[in-house]
T-cell receptor, first 113, second 110 residues
Framework: ETGVTQTPRHLVMGMTNKKSLKCEQH?????MYWYKQSAKKPLELMFV???????ENNSVPSRFSPECPNSSHLFLHLHTLQPEDSALYLC????????????FGPGTRLLVL | DAKTTQPNSMESNEEEPVHLPCNHS???????IHWYRQLPSQGPEYVIH???SNVNNRMASLAIAEDRKSSTLILHRATLRDAAVYYC???????????FGDGTTLTVKP
């Protein structure tokens, strides 16, 4: 399997549930990213991990908790979400160098009821 | 962060060339110009990038102005599958800081 994969592709959860989104990259990259894409809005960068350390947290509420156990895997743990958190959550990876080309996964479509 | 400006939408006829413009007047010397596109119901896809010289690959060409304050993504023969939102973004060595704007929605008519 190649590229960036994300599971699940679709998720429906209640506001009291706890769930996790998973991202895996098979490109040998050393940086991984979480983005949020809401309807009619630009992509919003949420978190950046470089060499397995979090280097960016763009004022994301604590109900979103990222985890990067190794350079190939990235998780986004979700708990007590709000309906406005419904969106497409995209994972991306890149090699940390000057050119920083990112490769995106297909995303997880999340609906919070 | 350096920002980019793109038209909200453009239309093209199938099999005709398409020139998608992007302005980035506050670009810094270390910023690379990247283009991505997002097809419906998919994640963004890398298209092309460059620093100063024009670039060609199998998907598109990138023409960069001499002062680097603007660039143009060129699709030589648009197909219906090229209908997407095209994003022009700037990346420096600290890539996490770059942001996606609204992009240009390209419609290709048969």
């Amino acid at each position: 399997e190649t590229g960036v994969t994300q599971t699940p592709r679709h998720l429906v959860m209640g506001m009291t549930n706890k769930k996790s989104l998973k991202c895996e990259q098979h490109l040998g990259h050393n940086a991984m990213y979480w983005y949020k894409q809401s309807a009619k809005k630009p992509l919003e960068l949420m978190f950046v991990y470089s060499l397995e350390e979090r280097v960016e947290n763009n004022s994301v509420p604590s109900r979103f908790s990222p985890e990067c156990p190794n350079s190939s895997h990235l998780f986004l743990h979700l708990h007590t979400l709000q309906p406005e958190d419904s969106a497409l959550y995209l994972c991306a990876s890149s090699q940390v160098d000057r050119e920083e080309t990112q490769y995106f996964g297909p995303g997880t479509r999340l609906l919070v009821l | 962060d350096a920002k980019t400006t793109q038209p909200n939408s453009m239309e093209s006829n199938e099999e005709e060339p398409v020139h998608l413009p992007c302005n980035h007047s506050t670009i810094s010397g270390t910023d690379y110009i990247h283009w991505y596109r997002q097809l419906p119901s998919q994640g963004p896809e890398y298209v092309i990038h460059g620093l100063t010289s024009n670039v060609n690959n199998r998907m598109a060409s990138l023409a960069i102005a001499e002062d680097r304050k603007s660039s143009t993504l060129i699709l030589h023969r648009a197909t219906l599958r090229d209908a997407a939102v095209y994003y022009c973004i700037l990346r420096s060595t600290n890539a996490g800081k770059s942001t996606f704007g609204d992009g240009t929605t390209l419609t290709v008519k048969p």
